[in-house]
Every structure is written in C-alpha cells, then in structure tokens.
C-alpha cells in the first residue's frame, strides 16, 4: 500500500516541481513582475527540493505510513500554496493586460492627437499643397464669417490671414474673398486694390477672372468709364471662354 501512496505522491509531487520550474519563464516574461511573487516561487522550489529529496529517502529506506503521512501533509501545503500563487498570477496576468490596454488607447488617443496637430497634403485651388491645421482652421473661419453675411469683421479675418500666412496655398482665394468682402459693403476703392493684387500676384489663380468682373463692375459704379472698358477688355482677351469673359462682353456694349 505504502508504495503505490508514494507512487501519487511523486506524482503530485512532480506536477508541483514541473509548475515551479516554469514559473522562473513566466516571471520574465512579464507576469511576476512584483518581488513578493517571485520570492514565493524560489521559496516553494525549495520546498519542493526538500520533499524530493525526502522522498527518494523514503522509498530507499520503505520508510513506515507515518513518514508517508507527513509528506503527504507537506504535498497538501504546496498545493495550497501553488494555489495562492495561481491567484497571484491571474491577478497579475490581469493587472498586465489592463495596463497593455490602457496603453493601447493611449496610443490610440495620441495619434488621434498628433493628426489634428500635424499639417495635411491636400488639394488647393488645383494644385497640391501641404495646410497647417491652425492655417486651415484661420481661412475657414475667415470664410465662415463671409458666408453669414458678416462683412465687416470678415474682412479683417482675411486681412489677418494675409498676414499670418504669406506663403498659403489659400493666400490668392484669401485676397479674392477680402475684395468680396469690401464689395459687399460698397467699398469700391478696397475692392479694386484687393482683386489687383490678387491679379498681379496670381494671374493663373481659378478666381482670376472675376475679379477683373469686379473690378469693372466698380469702376462703373466709381463713372470710371473708360477704367472699365479697359478692364472688360483686358478680361476678354486674358481669359477667353471664361464665364467671366461671357459676361464682360455683354457689359461691353453698355459701357460703349
């Protein structure tokens, strides 16, 4: 009878060996990463250690039931003890993943960030430029004040942009949208300075052609004739089969 017990005690036993030895593995792959968990570990290998080596004792000498008895008592305290280190370790494992979660979203969350903040590639007018995000956010508010009919403080918004951002890919839409805003407060003689500068630095820009409009239309308003003749003119032969243009021609006759 005796040795069939110390036959499953060896079996416990080893079981008990087999998870301390690999506890070392998992401690450094990062579940025991506080010092009261690894001390358990060293500590029950040594237990382990001893009941091995009182074991093997046992079966060279057949030592009696009583000594079987005490091993067996021993084998129940590391089951218990591997059983509170089972804990520890799902209790870690868990803490772990919760913190590689937490840093996930952190991750997450940062690059979310960085792409609000970052300049982005994007379409402008036709060609290809790189925007600032406070660049973009300055032009659309600029835009979004024009659109709401509020002209007086829409002009300096452009004006403001102008200054802050001379090298914007926005910069000729920017200048075409300040004479707009003075045009649609009847302050021709800003109009015409803001279309002509954007005319002169950008002669390609898509808005181009009408400005010229605007600036003959306020040349007409100013009995400037002949200021808007030449301007009508200069946009029919600049821009030929534009919109602009079409019109120009149909303003021609009156101003003749």
Request: proline share 4%.
């Amino acid at each position: 009878m005796i040795p069939m017990k110390l036959s499953s005690f060896r079996t416990s036993i080893l079981v008990a060996a087999l998870f301390a030895a690999l506890a070392p593995g998992i401690a450094s792959a990062g579940i025991f990463d506080d010092d009261e968990a690894r001390k358990a570990i060293l500590d029950l290998r040594a237990k382990v250690d001893a009941v091995n080596v009182r074991l093997d004792k046992t079966d060279d000498t057949k030592a009696n039931k009583s000594t079987a008895l005490d091993l067996a008592n021993e084998n129940e305290q590391l089951r218990s003890e591997i059983a509170k280190l089972r804990g520890q370790i799902e209790v870690l494992s868990n803490d772990i993943a919760n913190t590689q979660r937490r840093q996930q979203d952190f991750y997450v969350d940062l690059d979310n960030r960085l792409r609000k903040i970052e300049p982005k590639r994007m379409t402008v007018d036709g060609k290809d430029a790189v925007v600032e995000v406070n660049e973009q956010r300055a032009f659309d508010n600029a835009m979004a004040l024009f659109k709401e009919g509020d002209y007086k403080n829409s002009a300096p918004a452009f004006t403001s942009f102008i200054a802050a951002y001379p090298q914007s890919a926005y910069l000729g839409s920017a200048q075409y949208w300040l004479g707009n805003s003075y045009y649609a407060q009847r302050d021709c003689k800003s109009t015409v300075s803001a279309m002509q500068q954007l005319i002169k630095a950008y002669p390609d820009h898509p808005k181009a052609p009408d400005a010229m409009l605007n600036i003959a239309g306020c040349y007409t308003e100013l009995k400037d004739k002949p200021a808007a003749k030449k301007t009508l003119e200069a946009l029919i032969s600049q821009y030929p089969g534009t919109e602009a243009a079409q019109a120009a021609k149909s303003r021609l006759s009156p101003v003749k």
